[in-house]
């Protein structure tokens, strides 16, 4: 079970959390080509390394937050910060 | 010299019983399954993974196509990642008329595979039950029934009482929490030996010539003309690939891994719409058997079923977050062992013995990435999600179509990365959320 | 083999005045307390416990421990009990597991003289011909199936589970364990220990030195003295990330077994070590014992292992063991001695005779060979921390490497030193595991944004100054120069794992996955190191250049039951939910929540409505309260419509699209006041669109200034529907005008309704009349419904459930999310594409919806069968003709009762979608049927006059 760490509920088990994926910014609706807007919907980095991305603390504050983890050794990297950028499509 | 040597070799013997007879009387060895070879430098085609995707497709490469001077590259050894982790279910019920068709070939191919190969990978066609909970997953499973039937797949739902006729172990009354509602039945799904397949191919492809090479590392894909760095990216070609044993030239380089798709592709310079995440598996100690089919439950997340050694084998659905750890967690064991004591009470005395994990490349729509890419030469069998073992067969046949000839089959037009830049996506999200 | 009950031992750990009675395959035995089941079985002299797997040869005790392999027993209803370790009960009904007709006499027996065709993976090499044959091939293989029995009949007994906290948990309870937890302890952490064995005290509990003795006495009045909470009987099974601990108590005192949860902030893994078996022919005959059973037999349980004994031993354990046979009266014919070049080559002898057959050809007659040939480190919790352990030849076993820094070993597993060295290595990681553990607290603490303020800085990481443990030097002892069982559970012999190599599968997984071997049920514990070491032989290599296999969790097996616990998946219900279970209430499932389906005639609820009126409790309805004076912008950006002009007092319908532009979500919206708006959402996606506010909120929109709170359950919800519903109305509210000018389609007012204040309604018309969607504050609901019933009596109100107004909401055509549209269905197929503005600056989904606008996309449309009594299926499928070519399906369908017709929606190919359309439509059975599309989505009034009056 990992520990993740809110930023305002301190470490709790992931299981109180839900995953909100690779952080990734938002490109301009209005002036987006399909193919940037879509390597938004779909594309990822997908890293076997530091990955910054998106929690959400359900059970808990009920605010999104992104950190740094290695998704290959699942170690966080300090610190939390609050409301990054959107992680897709639902 | 040795891979001459290698490519001339004399048929190795066949496995039959009255081989086994023979051997065992006189106290013979059996050859290698498959030969050690040098790494050459240059082959017509390089296929990267040597699990049973890439094993299917260096095969079908060879078998259909003649092409011999293949080599399979694999990291570790052969069926090392998910081929060995999975639980190796195969059906063909799927929710759209691509997936049917699709699925339907690779059972057929499933069907044929202990002849064609001359090894028994134990296909047991014992019938597979997908529970429906709700009204809305009844509809679902007769939304499915219906479109195999008309891709001429057999399946059908039931309801509670026959349910309990196919398996007497679970609890079709209405006192659980998910109380089964009825299942689509498919009697011709059921679980193959996986390990038998992975070597079952190699064996084959080893006979026409092609090379497996184990513990060689991809650590490059060597391209020219493409709009990246290095030559790589859209359109440009590949060249061949680097490896920890040496740079080897190939017109022709095949992505058949899963896990590391990602990172193998971003060698080429082609990004993929995959994340990867862990999926866990477990497995009971052997009792007498008593579970007849394949059973599976999508609302609670878990499939089960018992090997001939009497063990049962669960699975779930992937680990939610990222990840490229295959360690495992607790919280799955535990929701697993809920469900299924929800579906079958009386096991709760069954003690779980062992669980792990293998790495999946989960695709926004559930449905594989397969054919060309941006970069000439540079083609990919990734994105497998949850579902690759049962599809192995015709990924290889299709894959190795599409290499050989340069055109995509019709089987895996839907499943085009090109369907990613124009928005058409494969609609089998509803159904495969625990697809198994 | 003989054995036998002797006289008391010191060590014991029998009550000889506690007689327990039991049986054993149906005949009756007796033992003492303090016995486990194969000592009481010993103890009466039987020999044969269990059938080997595949040639069903009779197999003895081998370890007498949890882990040998020989002693699975079945006990009642509990299948693989592990009768080396299960304490003996009173009335117990033992049986074995892979035995027919009985252990003594097996059939199956006959498959040893077939061994040589019988390789480890000869199934995959036959019987592929004839494939029809197959099934039944598989049949017979499956009866070879080992194991025991499971009575379907067994309850799930609920098990309640434990969470903990503890700053250091110590797994396993020997001396270095004990010192580890009692040093810890004392430099003030908080400590579990955990013994897998029935009491603490490792390997000191069955050696008969005084010293050792001594030592036992004076640890256990410690951990008497101490804060540590010692569990016994229970085994830390497996370590995950970050240090959570699952622990299995198997003597709790009510369940059969207990899941312990724990978040250790160091973990002391001190398991000892696990004797391992040789290999050689004939080496799991019933009388081969190791070391430790010998030791264990004799001094726990005062049980004579055999009459006349040859020993090999290669080190201090065989050595004792020598001793401790000599004490019960064993007579030694020799000790054969592996430090100095001494083997054994093989066994020969019948029945009770264990002959040991020495290197140079000679046989000794015996009835018992104890064998002590070197140990197996259990590695597995380091291994679970990413430790990948590293082979010494030396000490002819693994040690560990390099562990995190909150995992540390002691004890055996961390090396070798006489009793008084491993207990200061074990209190100096004791110290080292507090000062660590300390150290965590402090850093989980201080990262807390809003903990209490923490004293001090962060301690610094302590370092590891312990003095290490010294290797002793021990033979590799692996095999013999012959043949023997590695994989007893299995029946894998070092043979099998040879020829496995020689065919190619010559690294540790392949040949484990082809062979089995280790897959058995003591998953290695026995086995791993002299499977490596076979492979190693064969690849000519050393066990180092061949390495090892990842063991992995649960290092002891645990039961489904005690990791199912309780089922925490509550079941949701109204306020009035008493009243519909009082009212003859059909219930249906949906999600969490049970609902009304209906309480009778469903044909009849709805006839009820369009012609009096209705009551339905809608309470499952999503409902998120949103307050702030950006609440329009985030409207606008959510919904794919307009919403900035929308008035206070006014409702409007919206429809969501996620980033890809598929429908997400709809409902209703209504402003409550300036700053003030209510949102209404499917039941279903009450939790996720709330997220998904959240997240646009406070990711993409953190200057807004919107609050979000979701008061679904804070509600009751009632939606009073029928062409009487004013007249109802009027006679439950106060202080709100009904009437149709002043309260009009689609605006919402807040009222006084039954004496309850605080309610708020809208008019909305899902069921497509006149009606009211009044929101109730949740604890009045049930009031307010009793309200609304006595007051229409005479209006003729009635209840219906969510089988009517599904059926009226199709006969007015509005379609369902999730049902209607599904994970690819974007908003333009819905049919309310002109809802879609894309001259808004920017919304959810905007530009693919307005792609979407140049596609030509499946629509969602309303199809009435030509045969009016035919009701399609819901899923049925629209086809071309009498081809298989889909063309489309039936995705909603019910038989009108206000029609007298069946009528439907569906999803069709875009050039269908015209009203007047021909279709043919797939049922169930086979036969194809004709439809036609109608023009609009509404069966019934779709002009919607009756919703508007």
């Given amino acids: 079970m990992l520990l993740v760490l809110c930023p305002n509920c301190g470490p709790r088990n992931s299981t109180d959390l839900r995953y909100g994926g690779e952080s990734h910014a938002r490109p301009d609706p209005n002036t987006a080509s399909p193919a940037e807007w879509r390597a938004y919907l779909y594309l990822r980095d997908n890293p076997a390394g530091w990955l910054r991305e998106n929690w959400y603390c359900a059970s808990g504050c009920r605010r999104w937050f992104s950190i740094e983890r290695n998704t290959a050794t699942n170690e966080f990297r300090d610190p939390p910060l609050p409301g990054d950028k959107r992680g897709g499509a639902a | 010299m040795a891979g001459l040597a290698g490519r001339l070799r004399k048929r190795p013997p066949k496995y039959s019983a009255a081989a086994l007879a023979w051997k065992g009387l006189r106290g013979q060895s059996w050859p290698r399954v498959w030969r050690d070879c040098d790494l050459q430098r240059s082959y017509d085609a390089v296929v990267i993974g040597g699990g049973v995707h890439g094993l299917a497709t260096a095969y079908y490469l060879a078998r259909n196509h003649g092409m011999t001077n293949v080599a399979v590259l694999d990291k570790a050894y052969l069926g090392s990642g998910g081929s060995g982790r999975n639980t190796a279910i195969v059906r063909s019920n799927y929710l759209t008329p691509e997936g049917v068709a699709f699925y339907d070939r690779s059972v057929h191919l499933y069907e044929q595979m202990a002849v064609e190969l001359n090894i028994n990978v134990m296909f047991s066609q014992r019938g597979h039950l997908t529970l429906a909970h709700s009204d809305a997953s009844l509809r679902t499973m007769h939304w499915r029934a219906e479109v195999n039937k008309l891709g001429g797949v057999n399946s059908s739902v039931i309801g509670p009482d026959e349910i309990k006729k196919e398996c007497p172990s679970l609890d079709t009354s209405d006192h659980p929490r998910y109380p089964i509602h009825g299942a689509l039945y498919h009697p011709p799904g059921g679980v193959v030996r996986h390990d038998a397949v992975v070597w079952g191919y190699a064996r084959a492809a080893d006979h026409m010539g092609v090379e497996m090479h184990q ?55 082609v990004r993929l719409p995959i994340t990867t995440h862990p999926l866990q598996a477990a497995v009971t100690e052997p009792v007498k058997m008593f579970l007849p089919t394949v059973v599976v439950s999508g609302s609670l997340h878990v499939y089960v079923s018992q090997t001939d050694r009497g063990e049962l084998v669960f699975g779930a659905s992937v680990d939610p977050y990222a990840n490229y750890s295959v360690r495992g967690s607790l919280e799955f064991t535990e929701g697993l062992a809920g469900h299924v004591l929800e579906l079958m009470p009386g096991v709760s005395r069954m003690r779980i013995l062992r669980q792990w994990s293998g790495l999946c490349d989960m695709t926004p729509d559930y449905s594989p990435v397969m054919g060309f890419t941006p970069v000439d030469g540079f083609l990919v069998d990734v994105g497998w999600g949850t579902y690759g073992f049962k599809a192995a067969p015709v990924s290889g046949e299709q894959m190795a179509e599409a290499a050989a000839t340069g055109r995509t089959p019709k089987l895996i037009e839907a499943f085009a990365l090109s369907r990613f830049d124009n928005g058409e996506l494969v609609g089998e999200k509803g159904a495969a959320s625990v697809g198994h | ?81 592990r009768a080396g370790h299960r304490l003996l009960e009173s009335g117990m009904d033992v049986r074995s597991q892979n035995a027919w007709p009985s252990l003594n006499r097996d059939i199956k027996a006959a498959n040893g003289l077939l061994g040589r065709f019988l390789t480890a993976g000869f199934y995959y090499k036959t019987f592929m011909r004839p494939q029809w044959l197959w099934p039944t091939y598989e049949r017979v293989l499956a009866t070879f199936a080992p194991g025991g029995k499971i009575d379907l009949d067994t309850p799930h007994a609920y098990h309640d589970k434990r969470y903990t906290h503890p700053d250091v948990v110590v797994a396993g309870a020997g001396p270095a364990g004990i010192e580890a937890a009692l040093a810890a302890s004392s430099a003030g952490a908080s400590v579990m220990l955990v013994s897998h064995e029935h009491s603490v005290g490792g390997h000191l509990r069955y050696s008969s030195a005084a010293a050792d003795q001594a030592a036992l006495a004076e640890l256990r009045t410690a951990l008497d003295a101490s804060d540590v909470e010692v569990l016994t009987d229970s085994t830390v099974t497996g370590r995950y990330e970050d240090n959570w601990l699952g622990i299995v108590q198997r003597n709790h ?67 004792a063991a020598v001793a401790d046979l000599e004490r019960v009266g064993t007579e030694i014919a020799a000790v054969i001695d592996g430090r100095t070049g001494g083997s054994i080559s093989s066994t020969r002898g019948s029945s009770r005779a264990v002959d040991a057959v020495v290197a140079d050809g000679a046989s000794i007659g015996a009835d018992l060979l104890v064998v002590a040939a070197g140990w197996t480190a259990p590695t597995s919790l380091l291994n679970m921390a990413g430790d990948r352990p590293v082979y010494d030849p030396a000490a002819a076993r693994f040690f560990p490497s390099d562990p995190p820094s909150n995992v540390l070993a002691t004890g055996g597993l961390a090396g070798d030193a006489d009793l008084d060295g491993l207990r200061q290595h074990g209190a100096a990681t004791g110290r080292l ?122 290092y002891a097996p645990l039961t489904l039951g005690a990791l199912a616990g309780r089922m925490f998946e509550p079941v949701r219900v109204s306020s009035i939910h008493p009243w519909h279970e009082a009212n003859n209430v059909s219930i249906i499932q949906a999600g969490q929540w049970l609902r009304p389906d209906h309480y009778g005639d469903p044909a009849a609820e709805v006839r009820n409505v369009r012609r009096n009126v209705g009551l339905i409790d809608v309470t499952p309805l999503g409902k998120l309260d949103l307050r702030g004076p ?289 279709l043919t439509v797939l049922l169930e059975s086979g036969e194809r049927i004709g439809a036609t599309v109608i023009d609009h989505h509404a069966h019934f009034d779709p002009a919607g006059e009756r919703l508007r009056g």
């Avoid at chain 2, 040496?246 to 310079?269: E, H, K, Q, R």
């Avoid at chain 3, 060590?11 to 303090?34: Q, Y």
């Avoid at chain 3, 409207?635 to 532009?661: F, H, I, Q």
Wanted: aromatic share 6%.
């Fill in chain 2, 215 to 269: 513990k060689t590392e991809v650590t490059d894909i060597l391209c020219e003309g493409g709009d990246g760095p290095d030559g790589k990216g859209a359109g440009g070609r590949v060249t061949g690939v680097r490896t920890n044993r040496g740079d080897i030239s190939s017109p022709i380089v095949i992505n058949c891994t899963a896990g590391w798709a990602s990172l193998i592709s971003t060698m080429a310079g």
């Fill in chain 3, 1 to 81: 083999m003989t054995m036998s009950r002797q006289g008391v031992q010191p060590t014991e750990v029998i009550d000889r005045a506690a007689k327990l009675r039991f049986r054993w395959n149906g005949k009756r035995f007796s033992g003492f307390e303090g016995d486990t089941i194969a000592s009481a079985l010993a103890a009466s002299g039987e020999q044969i416990f269990s059938r080997s797997m595949k040639y069903h040869r009779p197999r003895g005790i081998l370890t007498a421990d949890y882990w040998d392999p020989n002693l699975m027993v079945q006990v009642g209803d509990d299948p693989n009990v």
């Fill in chain 3, 253 to 319: 005192p009510i369940a059969v077994e207990r899941l312990i949860k724990a978040r250790a902030k160091t973990l002391v893994a001190a398991p000892g070590l696990i004797e391992r078996p040789y290999v050689f022919e004939g080496n799991d005959r019933p009388g081969v014992i190791t070391s430790g059973a010998a030791r264990r037999l004799v001094n726990l349980w005062g049980v004579k292992p055999g009459e006349r004994a040859v020993v090999f031993s290669a080190n201090a354990e065989g050595d």
């Fill in chain 3, 630 to 918: 950006d609440v329009g912008k985030l409207l606008s950006l959510l919904y794919v419509n307009k919403w900035m002009k929308l008035g206070v007092g006014r409702v409007r319908y919206g429809m969501m699209c996620a980033e890809d532009g598929v429908v997400l979500d709809d409902g209703v919206t209504g402003r409550l006041g300036e700053d003030h708006y209510m949102m209404s959402t499917t039941s279903s996606g009450a939790g996720g669109v709330w997220e998904w506010v959240e997240n646009w909120l406070q990711t993409e929109r953190p200057d807004w200034q919107v609050h979000v709170t979701p008061v679904t359950t804070a509600y009751a919800s009632i939606n009073v529907a029928g062409p009487k519903s004013r007249e109802l109305m009027s006679r439950v509210c106060e202080g709100v005008d009904l009437d149709a000018e002043a309260f009009p389609y689609m605006t919402v007012h807040q009222a006084t309704v039954a004496g309850v204040a605080g309610c708020f309604m809208w008019r909305i018309g899902f069921t497509g009349e006149l009606s009211f969607e009044l929101h109730v504050p949740a604890g009045h609901g049930l009031h307010v419904w009793e309200a609304l019933m006595d007051s229409g009596s005479d209006l003729g109100v009635a209840p219906f459930g969510l089988e009517g107004q599904r059926i009226m909401r199709l006969e007015k055509g509005h379609f369902i999310v999730g049902q209607d549209t599904d994970g690819l269905t974007l908003g333009p197929s819905t049919g309310l594409g002109s809802l879609i503005k894309l001259d808004k600056d920017d919304f959810a989904g905007k530009p693919e919806l307005a792609w979407a606008a140049d596609r030509s996309l499946p629509m969602v449309v309303a199809i009435q069968p030509d045969d009016p009594d035919v009701v399609p299926e819901e899923a049925a499928q629209i086809v071309r003709g009498d081809t298989n070519e889909i063309l489309g399906r039936i995705t909603s369908s019910r038989y009108s009762p206000t029609l007298n017709r069946s009528i439907c929606l569906g999803q069709v190919e875009p050039d269908l979608a015209v009203g007047g359309t021909k």
């Fill in chain 3, 433 to 554: 595991a507090a000062a660590r553990a300390a150290a965590v607290r402090h850093r989980l603490q201080s990262r807390t944004a809003r903990a209490l303020p923490v004293d001090g800085d962060e301690p610094a990481p302590a370092p590891d100054e312990r003095a290490p443990l010294g290797r002793d030097p021990h033979p590799e002892l692996y095999r013999a120069d012959t043949h023997g069982m590695v994989d007893m559970s299995e029946d894998i012999s070092s043979k099998d794992l040879v020829a496995a190599a020689h065919e190619g599968y010559d690294s540790v997984e392949l040949a484990k996955r082809y062979t089995t071997a280790t897959m058995g049920p003591s998953q290695g514990k026995l086995e791993t190191v002299n499977t490596v070491a076979a492979i190693a032989e064969a690849r000519g290599e050393t066990i180092s250049q061949v390495g090892t296999t990842v063991w992995r969790p649960p």
